[in-house]
């Protein structure tokens, strides 16, 4: 027996590659839960992002790490 193909969910992100906004995510009841478990402030984060973005946009990377195979 064939499995019924599932019809898409008509939800904002139910499509793969769609994601939310970061207002939205930190504005998510859960998300500021997990934040606070995990001793994360807003302002952390939003500088976080906004370094990774620059880092992203220059192109500068992390040094790799030592394969320890070599």
């Known amino acids: 027996m064939v499995p019924k193909r599932r ?3 008509n939800e ?5 590659g ?4 970061i207002e939205e995510i930190l504005s ?3 998300a500021c839960a997990l934040m606070r ?3 994360v ?3 952390t984060l939003r ?3 906004t370094s990774v973005r620059t880092s992203l946009r220059v192109g ?3 040094p790799a790490a030592a394969d320890p195979g070599q």
Do not use: K
């Open 60 to 62: 500068v990377r992390e």
């Open 18 to 21: 769609v994601e939310p906004a």
């Open 37 to 39: 478990c995990d001793g």
């Open 47 to 49: 500088t976080l992002l």
């Open 28 to 30: 998510d009841p859960i």
């Open 12 to 16: 904002p992100y139910a499509i793969a």
């Open 7 to 9: 019809q898409p969910r």
């Open 41 to 43: 402030s807003e302002a």
